[in-house]
T-cell receptor
Framework: QKEVEQNSGPLSVPEGAIASLNCTYSDRGSQSFFWYRQYSGKSPELIMS????GDKEDGRFTAQLNKASQYVSLLIRDSQPSDSATYLC????????????FGPGTRLSVLP | GAVVSQHPSWVICKSGTSVKIECRSL??????MFWYRQFPKQSLMLMAT?????????EQGVEKDKFLINHASLTLSTLTVTSAHPEDSSFYIC?????????????FGNGTRLTVT
């Protein structure tokens, strides 16, 4: 069983719509969760972190965490073509949070 | 914010030569750095974990004698691809964490695109 799972996509949404990206993880002891965005040919960049159950909003981005369900999501409101990228879910695991595990990423395409 | 600088951003070398890639944390001390490799349209693959002052920990299947990692200071880790071959052509990315613990994210360098001819 993979430790962090994401739908590979591509997920296509029209411009202005809400894009919903999902991630599940297997380590119940994980406590920190991160979303990264990676444009083609570029390195990943951190866009959101979340540590507590519930929602965390930052501009057009909202991260949602449900530890009981081992589920993390990222919502992108008012999606723009510039949001087209691969979104990576990352989870801290290990006794001391020393392991940083990435999901395979979901490719998002926002259609103008 | 935390900045990780990686150099060079791209390099072309001939088969059989060695290439060194540098990764620096510019505004924080990085006790741990990670080296990733990514082939086109594929996921990030962790190659090794670099710890300041100690030997790197390599992932299964990564040849430690081919991919030499040195983490000599709290702000610098280097990856040397020895005797490079065309199959080593890839995008190499380093990342760093400022401190251990649950809430510390990874910060990535801009990556190095290696082409071996």
């Amino acid at each position: 069983q993979k430790e962090v799972e994401q739908n590979s996509g591509p997920l296509s949404v029209p411009e202005g719509a809400i894009a919903s990206l999902n991630c599940t993880y297997s380590d119940r002891g994980s406590q920190s969760f991160f979303w990264y965005r990676q444009y083609s040919g570029k390195s990943p960049e951190l866009i959101m972190s979340i540590y507590s159950n519930g929602d965390k909003e930052d501009g057009r981005f909202t991260a949602q965490l449900n530890k009981a369900s081992q589920y993390v999501s990222l919502l992108i409101r008012d999606s723009q073509p510039s949001d087209s990228a691969t979104y990576l879910c990352a989870v801290n695991s290990g006794n001391y949070g020393q392991n940083f595990v990435f999901g395979p990423g979901t490719r998002l395409s926002v259609l103008p | 914010g935390a900045v990780v600088s990686q150099h060079p951003s791209w390099v072309i070398c001939k088969s059989g030569t060695s290439v060194k890639i540098e990764c620096r944390s510019l505004d924080f001390q990085a006790t741990t750095m990670f080296w990733y490799r990514q082939f086109p349209k594929q996921s990030l693959m962790l190659m090794a974990t670099s710890n300041e002052g100690s030997k790197a920990t390599y992932e299964q299947g990564v040849e430690k004698d081919k991919f030499l990692i040195n983490h000599a200071s709290l702000t610098l880790s280097t990856l040397t691809v020895t005797s490079a071959h065309p199959e080593d052509s890839s995008f190499y990315i380093c990342s760093a964490r400022g401190a251990a613990g649950w809430n510390s994210p990874l910060h990535f360098g801009n990556g190095t695109r290696l082409t071996v001819t």
